[in-house]
């Protein structure tokens, strides 16, 4: 009894506490699989207020440091002394709202993941915008992929040839 308690004891310990970067994306449903949680973990802070360091543990699997500080300046808002996201049609630093199709293109080079995709102009809705491309960029870091800039304006031209 007490050699399989000290294993099950020696076993918990190397288990992680909390999700790491992740450290493999070999294809493309491995890129948007992990994007799509990335986004999950940002609308998850709408749910409940939280505290910093429950937001921090939220987002830092998925977010380089430099990025969550954006998030959280842009995002982030204080009540009675816990955190909270509010619902937008059009939040900065939120992953874009990809359709995660053929239509969602992820272009690797050599230290970076690109994923975006071409939203045509619409006037329907709450939010009215022209034509324009839309993405995020992921860095490797701390072992493992992590978004590290979000790309609206500023997508290099020679990605945007390469993905269309």
Do not use: C
Request: glycine content about 4%; aromatic content about 16%; proline content about 5%.
């Amino acid at each position: 009894m007490k050699k399989t308690l000290l294993i099950l004891l020696i076993v918990l310990l190397f288990i992680p506490l909390s999700p790491n970067a992740k450290d493999s994306l070999g294809n493309k449903n491995d890129v948007l699989s992990f994007v799509r949680d990335a986004f999950q973990a940002q609308i998850s802070l709408s749910d409940q207020t939280r505290t910093k360091q429950e937001i921090s543990d939220v987002l830092s699997p998925y977010f380089s440091d430099e990025y969550q500080k954006m998030f959280w300046d842009e995002n982030i808002f204080e009540e009675e002394g816990k955190f909270v996201t509010y619902g937008s049609d059009f939040a900065f630093y939120y992953i874009p709202f990809f359709q995660y199709s053929e239509e969602t293109k992820v272009i690797n080079s050599p230290e970076s993941i690109y994923i975006l995709q071409f939203f045509p102009s619409t006037s329907d809705g709450p939010v009215s915008y022209e034509d324009h491309y839309e993405g995020i960029m992921l860095k490797k870091m701390d072992g493992g992929w992590k978004v590290a800039e979000y790309l609206y304006d500023n997508i290099p031209k020679s990605i945007i040839e390469r993905a269309y």
